[in-house]
């Protein structure tokens, strides 16, 4: 039977117990390479915490926060879809994989996300702020409505992601044209 718990500030921990995490808040805790697979946070802030090739197999996300973490090589692809929602600022997220998921308005804000995993991915109406991408996989993507302004060191095929309304600016369109390998000059 696992555990229930609500409202809970956890500092410095480097397990859980198995459990349900409601209302809960996490900070400087290292959870890299653990087993949080089958666990269920709704409405918790992870801040400070290094969840580096943490285990997610069936984990459930619910409107959770990242704050300040270091998440590599993070499988969210192995998190149970269900309610699937969470945003990131300031967080570490290089070779982590998003493949295949929903995660509709997703907001990143100052994020790394190197050679991260998008593929097949719904992102639409995410939000890309500040966010250094090189590397990202973009492939049968959908960014529909994202915002990318502000994102740098993109490579996205427009024949093969849809773009439609995505928002570039003209610092970055750059970025969609790689392919090509052409120069443009100010």
Same mark, same amino acid.
């Given at each position: 039977?696992?555990?229930?718990?609500?409202?809970?500030? /956890?500092?410095?921990?480097?397990?859980?117990?198995?459990?349900?995490?409601?209302? #809960?808040?996490?900070?400087? #805790? @290292?959870?890299?390479?653990?087993?949080?697979?089958?666990?269920?946070? !709704?409405?918790?802030?992870?801040?400070?915490?290094?969840?580096?090739?943490? *285990?997610?197999?069936?984990? *459930?996300?619910?409107?959770?926060?990242?704050?300040?973490?270091?998440?590599?090589?993070?499988?969210?692809?192995? #998190?149970?879809?269900?309610?699937? *929602? /969470?945003?990131?600022?300031?967080?570490?997220? @290089?070779? %982590?994989?998003?493949?295949?998921?929903?995660?509709?308005?997703?907001?990143? !804000?100052? #994020?790394?996300?190197?050679?991260?995993?998008?593929?097949? !991915?719904?992102?639409?109406? *995410?939000?890309?702020?500040?966010? @250094?991408? %090189?590397?990202?996989?973009?492939?049968?993507?959908?960014?529909?409505?994202?915002?990318?302004?502000?994102?740098?060191?993109?490579?996205? @095929?427009?024949?093969?992601?849809?773009?439609?309304? !995505? =928002?570039?600016?003209?610092?970055? =369109?750059?970025?969609?044209?790689?392919?090509?390998?052409?120069?443009?000059?100010?």
């Amino acid at each position: 039977m696992s555990e229930y718990i609500v409202s809970e500030n /956890f500092i410095d921990k480097t397990e859980l117990v198995k459990g349900e995490y409601e209302d #809960c808040i996490f900070k400087n #805790c @290292d959870f890299s390479e653990y087993n949080l697979s089958l666990f269920i946070f !709704t409405d918790c802030e992870f801040v400070n915490c290094n969840l580096s090739n943490a *285990a997610l197999s069936d984990t *459930a996300f619910r409107d959770v926060k990242f704050v300040n973490c270091k998440l590599l090589g993070v499988q969210f692809s192995d #998190c149970n879809n269900f309610s699937l *929602a /969470f945003s990131f600022t300031d967080c570490i997220l @290089d070779y %982590s994989s998003f493949y295949q998921l929903k995660i509709k308005k997703t907001v990143f !804000t100052k #994020c790394r996300l190197i050679q991260t995993d998008f593929v097949e !991915t719904d992102l639409s109406g *995410a939000v890309f702020q500040e966010c @250094d991408l %090189s590397g990202a996989v973009f492939e049968r993507s959908n960014l529909e409505h994202a915002k990318m302004s502000t994102a740098y060191n993109f490579a996205i @095929d427009p024949e093969s992601n849809n773009i439609n309304k !995505t =928002v570039f600016s003209k610092h970055n =369109v750059m970025g969609l044209l790689c392919k090509y390998n052409i120069k443009i000059e100010d």
